[in-house]
C-alpha cells in the first residue's frame, strides 16, 4: 500500500505571502488531517476533511484554509504569513468512522518564514 | 475537556535496561488511547493502542503499554532499550466531544546511552 506523502519537503516563504502543502492520502483512507508542530512542541490540530468536507477544526485564524479532492489527496492554504507560523507541517490520513484506527502520517513539510 | 500529560520532558536509559514513558489522561467516557513515535525530521509512527480489552497491550518494536484505568495511565513500557529507540514519544487521546480528534501530550525525549 501507498503510504502518506507530502510536498514539498522544506519551503522558505516570507512574512505576508501565501503557501500551499500538499499531501496524498494512503490508499483506502477517506480522511485527511493537518497538524502544526512548533520545534519541540507536540502536533497542534488544525483540521481535518472527511469526504471533501471540513468536519472538524482545531484554534487557527481563517487564513488557514484546506481543500480535499475526490481522490481524497488534500491541500493545506496559508495567507498572510506571519513569521511564527514557521512550523513542520503534518498530514495523516486515515479510515473515517473507525474511531479505532490509527493515523498514518506524512514526513511533513518544514515551512520557515522570513 | 479531554486532555493528556506527560510529566517528563525527557527519559534518560541506559541500553538494556527496562524503560517507561509516563502517559496520564482525563476523559469523559471511555478513552481511545494511542502511543506515536517520532525520529528526527519525520512525522509520526503509530506505536499501538488501547481501546477495550486487555489492560497490556503490545505494539511496534518490542513496545507495550499498561493501561490503568484507577490512576488513569497509560505507561509506554518496554522490557530492554536499544540505542535506536531514541525518538521522541508521544501520547494521545481519542476527543469523543470533539469529532474524535487526537488530543496529544507535549511529547517525551527517550535518550538511550550505550
Known amino acids: 500500500e501507498t503510504g502518506v506523502t507530502q510536498s514539498p519537503t522544506h519551503l522558505i516563504k516570507t512574512r505576508g505571502q501565501q503557501v500551499t502543502l500538499r499531501c496524498s492520502s494512503q490508499?483506502?483512507?477517506?480522511?485527511v488531517s493537518w497538524y502544526q508542530q512548533a520545534l519541540g512542541q507536540g502536533p497542534q490540530f488544525i483540521f481535518q476533511?472527511?469526504?471533501?468536507?471540513?468536519?472538524g477544526r482545531g484554534n487557527f485564524p481563517p487564513r488557514f484554509s484546506g481543500l480535499q479532492f475526490p481522490n481524497y489527496s488534500s491541500e493545506l492554504n496559508v495567507n498572510a504569513l506571519e513569521l511564527d507560523d514557521s512550523a513542520l507541517y503534518l498530514c495523516?490520513?486515515?479510515?473515517?468512522?473507525?474511531?479505532?484506527?490509527?493515523?498514518?502520517f506524512g514526513n511533513g513539510t518544514r515551512l520557515t518564514v522570513t | 475537556a479531554q486532555s493528556v500529560a506527560q510529566p517528563e520532558d525527557q527519559v534518560n536509559v541506559a541500553e538494556g535496561n527496562p524503560l517507561t514513558v509516563k502517559c496520564t489522561y482525563s476523559?469523559?467516557?471511555?478513552?481511545?488511547l494511542f502511543w506515536y513515535v517520532q525520529y528526527p525530521n519525520r512525522g509520526l509512527q503509530f506505536l499501538l493502542k488501547?481501546?477495550?480489552?486487555d489492560n497490556l497491550v503490545k505494539g511496534s518494536y518490542g513496545f507495550e503499554a499498561e493501561f490503568n484505568k484507577s490512576q488513569t495511565s497509560f505507561h509506554l513500557k518496554k522490557p530492554s532499550a536499544l540505542v535506536s529507540d531514541s525518538a521522541l514519544y508521544f501520547c494521545?487521546?481519542?476527543?469523543?466531544?470533539?469529532?474524535?480528534?487526537?488530543?496529544w501530550g507535549a511529547g517525551t525525549k527517550l535518550i538511550i546511552k550505550p
Open positions: 495523516a490520513s486515515s479510515l473515517g468512522g473507525d474511531y479505532n484506527s490509527p493515523l498514518h
Open positions: 490508499s483506502g483512507h477517506n480522511t
Open positions: 476533511y472527511y469526504r471533501e468536507e471540513e468536519n
Open positions: 476523559v469523559s467516557g471511555n478513552p481511545y
Open positions: 488501547y481501546i477495550t480489552g
Open positions: 494521545a487521546v481519542r476527543d469523543i466531544g470533539s469529532n474524535y480528534q487526537l488530543i
